[in-house]
């Protein structure tokens, strides 16, 4: 059997052709060329062309038997029922939607309420909130088609408006109590008459059209996956969904994931509560990591600057250093204020570049690590920790993450987590194993802390959680709103 994989990620579009027969893997990537001032928003069928033009190279010549969708969670697209865009897609770094939910955030019991009911917080990442701030803009919602570009893609390709309960779980919309769109979150938000596509589990196909068939090469009729998000399909591509079991991933964004039985909702509101396409996802999320990380790079030493010649300038002896709060993205967990800003903190004269840039690091390691003590106190230590993302490219950064942790994290040697999960959700649908000797990571190293420096970095946290306080008035230094 021969499975298709496109992914539309934040930044590129991928495609993974494996063979169950061979156990052959074929990965390709290209970044998306997006026009326009703000690459957090993009056109919906610009996206949908590259990605299938790529598809169309990794499948040329070969017998397709079915096809995999991943991409982004939190992405929104109001369109007409012929598809046709009345919005671009607003992907999920963008924040217009920040002073609105900033002003819905001083109601702390609309927020409890609507956290209780989504899983998700008020924050301008969510596309309840996207379209909110449309509708008091003036734009007409209703009527319109409510779609994120994962979504419109599955629609391009087989003609169905539907979507998987895990996609949906990442907007905003989507009961935690039941199976179904929350038909009064839609209405306390003023969206009454949106169209919200079918809701269908993760395993749940449909046939390519013609039209479509013909883009990417492929043959009329080959089954295509319900759309998964990629936070949810890393959970299944690392083979980490039963309860207890977390996954750490350390890209674009930084995102934890733990596997967890049923909804887990946080008391201070610090984590939010998704489906993964097999079960419940108890995680918390940072707008800030290797983002931040590329700007240190490019703005201190200069784009030309590769990360192998910085990597000797880091050192792990005990100095002072200036504090990063990494919120040039604004925040997500365990605050979720929107319009956070980023900055350093303590900067002397004496600080060189290499001391800005490794602040970073440890500012980006320290918004993380206050993450999964909420994560923590909600649901208790995982059983197992897997490490992925560009921190594995950083020796000296992956041996600080776990040094700062202070526990013992598997590092992933799938070089596209969520692609492979995208792959194992179709030899589910097939009726197929997804242990897949090729797509199997059986053999993890893993990276163990050095407790002296856990020591001190305990200390360094402490100092980055006056400094988190002191940079937002709104919140106590533990991250829970007042």
Known sequence: MLILALEASTTSAKTMLFDTETQEVTVRTRRFVIGGEDPAVREAEGIFVQLVQLGAEAAAGRAVDMIALSGTWHGMTLRELDLAPITAVQEWPYTGAQDLCAQLREDQEFTRWFYGRTGCMVNASYPA?????????????????????????????????????????????????????????????????ILLPELHHGEETAPLTREAASMLGVAAGTPVVLPGPDGGLNQ?????????????????????????????????????????????????????????????????????????????????????????????????????????????????????????????????????????????????????????????????????TADVFGVEMELSALQHSSTVGAVKMALRAAGLPAAQPALTDSHRASVVPELTRSRRYAAEFERYLEGYARTSPDQDVRGGLR
């Open 236 to 400: 299944v591509g690392e083979d980490a969904t039963a309860p207890g079991e977390m996954t750490f991933s350390m890209g674009t964004s930084g995102a934890l994931r733990c596997a967890v039985e049923a909804p887990s909702l946080s008391p201070q509101m610090s984590t939010w509560a998704y489906r993964s396409p097999t079960g419940w996802l108890s995680g918390a999320a940072t707008s800030g990591c290797t983002n931040c990380v590329d700007w240190a790079k490019d703005q201190l030493f200069g784009g030309s600057t590769t990360y192998n010649q910085l990597e000797p300038m880091l050192s792990t002896r005990e100095r002072d250093m200036p504090l990063f709060m990494p919120f040039l993205f604004g925040e997500r967990c365990p605050g979720w204020q929107d319009q956070r800003r980023g900055g350093f903190l303590d900067l002397h004269p004496s600080h060189g570049k290499e001391d800005l840039y490794q602040s970073v690091l440890h500012g980006v390691t320290f918004s993380l690590y206050h993450c999964y003590r909420e994560l923590i106190a909600l649901n208790g230590e995982p059983e197992r920790i897997i490490l992925s993302g560009g921190v594995l490219s950083s020796p000296f950064w992956t041996q600080l």
């Open 129 to 193: 909130f996207k379209l909110m701030l449309l509708r008091r803009q003036g734009m007409q919602v209703a009527g319109g088609l409510v779609l994120d570009q994962n979504s419109y893609t599955f629609a391009r390709l087989t003609g169905r408006v539907w979507t998987s309960y895990s996609q949906a779980s990442g907007t905003g919309l989507l009961s935690t109590a039941e199976d179904d769109w929350d038909r009064e979150v839609i209405s306390r938000l003023g969206l009454d008459g």
